[in-house]
């Protein structure tokens, strides 16, 4: 529970950036991962744990009627359904939160980088105590 809680405190602090479209979402979940997947590819060809938020707007025209909570839940699970074949060692969903945390191969992050239910992308790094 402990992991779960750092996760979610780390990716807010670090300020995951909302945008107004799917598509600047979508660039932006790209750019802010390039050193991560540089990272990955480069020094670590095995798995990395990385935090997933899970994009608002996508989905957005389908069902006008659907709400901001509703569409977050809908979009993380047909990102972790989506990702259990693509990549993911691990999935832990974060309740309540448009957040997961994943371990992925180098493939699995370029399937997220691609997908447009992400927003953006983060690595989950272990914060010391203060």
């Known amino acids: 529970m402990d992991a779960k809680f750092g996760a979610v405190a780390l990716a807010f602090a670090l300020g995951f950036a909302v945008s107004d479209t799917t598509a600047q979402c979508f660039k ?51 990102l972790v359904e989506l990702m259990r074949d693509n990549g993911a060692i691990t999935i832990e969903p974060i309740v309540g939160q448009p957040l997961v945390v994943m371990e992925v191969t180098p493939q699995g992050l370029q399937y997220l980088l691609d997908s447009p239910l992400v927003e953006a992308v983060q690595e989950d790094r272990p914060e010391m105590p203060r």
Request: net charge negative; no cysteine; glycine share 4%.
């Open 28 to 78: 932006g979940a790209q750019k802010a991962a390039e050193p991560l997947m540089q990272q990955i590819t480069n020094e670590q060809p095995q798995a990395q744990r990385v935090i997933v938020k899970v994009s608002e707007t996508a989905g957005r025209n389908t069902d006008e009627t659907a709400s901001a909570e509703e569409l977050f839940d809908r979009n993380k699970a047909e």
